[in-house]
């Protein structure tokens, strides 16, 4: 557990000396609140129950869009350390070899739920209606880590594969982007085309948004006037996202360290 947290703490440190990181992983996010939500709550509003309606509805699958964004910047740390060859550092030392994924992985999730919870405050100023239950924000919390922490898995799997950045990239938002648009992120559930209805259920990114509604937002404001998915079934599902992208990431992991 020490190697973790001084693996953690070494990505921290980077992370305070060079702030621009974080800046330029979040302003993206930020960029879709303010110019995606102020100027699309107009239109969307009369249909989700007003222009305020729509920023709660929105501002989760904005969140789900920054933890993504994370776990792709987390995934591309690790790979530079692999090119730059500091990853055999790491190999030489005797620490047990999970821990070195597990520092990596901490890294992540400590990045995503910091650029989230920027999000979520900005959401709230600008209009969405926040949950002043402490526990929903707990819950909340609990299911951004675990979304998050499958998303690391795939970041680092992808990032123990390959060699070259660029391949990285466009490999990632390739399979990124369409979580994101075939979700509920940005349009209630109800009103998605049958095949896209199918393909966001089947999508974890949907049960992160639903679950994130219920709990960080007000509820009976985020709704849409649709259902919600159960809260325990979209904590079972991304605990199982969490579960297998993990797995696949230390499975890539142990083979390319061989």
Excluded at 131 to 146: A, F, H, M, R, S
Excluded at 178 to 189: D, H, K
Excluded at 219 to 239: E, K, P, R
């Amino acid at each position: 557990m020490s190697a973790v947290m001084t693996l953690w703490g070494k990505h921290m440190q980077k992370l305070r000396i060079h702030p621009e990181e974080a800046f330029g992983m979040v302003i993206q996010s930020v960029l879709w609140v303010v110019l995606f939500g102020i100027g699309m709550k107009s239109l969307l509003g009369v249909t989700v129950g007003g222009g305020d309606a729509y920023m709660t509805f929105m501002v989760p699958g904005i969140v789900a869009l920054t933890a993504m964004t994370a776990a792709v910047g987390g995934g591309l740390v690790w790979l530079t350390e692999r090119i730059m060859g500091i990853v055999k550092e790491y190999l030489a030392a005797p620490i047990p070899r999970i821990s070195i994924l597990g520092g990596n992985a901490l890294s992540i999730i400590t990045k995503t739920l910091f650029q989230s919870i920027i999000i979520l405050v900005l959401g709230v100023l600008i209009g969405a209606t926040g949950n002043l239950d402490p526990l929903g924000w707990l819950g909340g919390i609990v299911l951004l880590t675990v979304y998050g922490l499958g998303f690391a898995g795939i970041a680092l799997a992808f990032a123990s594969k390959t060699n070259d950045p660029g391949s990285y990239h466009m490999v990632i938002f390739l399979f990124t982007l369409p979580l994101l648009f075939l979700s509920n992120a940005l349009y209630p559930l109800e009103s998605l085309p049958k095949w896209m209805e199918i393909c966001a259920r089947l999508n974890p990114t949907t049960y992160a948004v639903d679950g994130m509604r219920q709990t960080f937002m007000d509820s009976s404001v985020a709704s849409s006037g649709g259902d919600y998915i159960a809260l325990w079934i979209c904590f079972v599902v991304l605990a199982a996202f969490a579960v297998i992208c993990m797995s696949l990431a230390y499975f890539v992991f142990k083979r390319s360290i061989r």
